[in-house]
């Protein structure tokens, strides 16, 4: 399947460790530009020994002034995947502000911040772009100790559907405004899923790239569930 990223900029957080560093890994061998961004020079360090190429950006995303600093001059953005997350565990009678403070602050308002800077890139610019917000399985299921990790990824989900729901009318081409209005009002995109759109996930669903994918629901709807 081709992906059509080859050159294209993607913005990729937590890219030091494990899925981050994985997205990253896998965007360089696609021929994307990449920006990968941690708080850990050394696994930058070793990243880009890895990726030759990529740009580097260390920055603690759970410092508000420090990341607006970092990335608010990093130049234009087409892509973003949104990673860096912490999972502070304690039991709920012994959870302390700080560990609530810090998950929230990197797991959904560095979030709500990087989004915002490559949204009104991408805005400001006129071109399409994709904001990919990675979540977990504990934002739908409880688990023992995760009372506050389960909570940002809860508000991260319901996040991801306002986002959508706010820039989908960004990212909408309309060729004709009036027809089907009633439905369009509520899709975010402003437009109907076409049949290459099915067909696309379809493809997505059929091959080794879905594999940790079952028993799910791939909605199509431009955004109609998040209304």
Excluded at 127 to 148: D, F, K, L, Y
Aim: with cysteine; aromatic share 4%; net charge neutral.
């Amino acid at each position: 399947m081709e992906l059509f990223l080859a050159g294209r900029r993607v913005l990729v957080t937590g890219a030091g460790k494990g899925i981050g560093r994985g997205t990253v890994q896998a965007l360089h061998a696609t021929g994307a530009r990449v920006v990968a961004v941690s708080r850990t020079q050394a696994d930058l360090d070793s990243l880009v020994r890895e990726c030759p190429g990529i740009e580097p950006v260390c920055v603690d995303l759970g410092d508000w002034e420090a990341t607006e600093r970092a990335l608010g001059s990093v130049g234009p953005v087409d892509l973003l995947v949104n990673n860096a997350a912490v999972a502070l565990l304690q039991p709920f009678l012994e959870v302390t502000k700080e560990a609530f403070d810090r998950s929230f602050e990197v797991n959904l308002r560095a979030v709500i911040q990087v989004s915002q800077i490559v949204a009104r890139g991408l805005i400001a610019r006129g071109v399409p772009g994709a904001i990919v917000n990675v979540s977990s399985q504990c934002s739908q299921r409880a688990v023992t100790n995760h009372s506050v990790y389960c909570s940002t990824k809860g508000a991260l989900d319901m996040l991801t559907k306002v986002m959508a729901l706010e820039l989908g009318p960004h990212k909408a081409t309309w060729s004709d405004p009036h027809k089907a209005k009633t439905m369009l009002n509520r899709i975010p995109l402003g437009k109907f899923a076409e049949v290459e759109h099915v067909v696309n996930a379809i493809l997505f669903l059929l091959s080794d790239r879905s594999g940790m994918t079952t028993g799910s629901t791939l909605p199509v709807e431009g955004g109609f569930w998040a209304c």
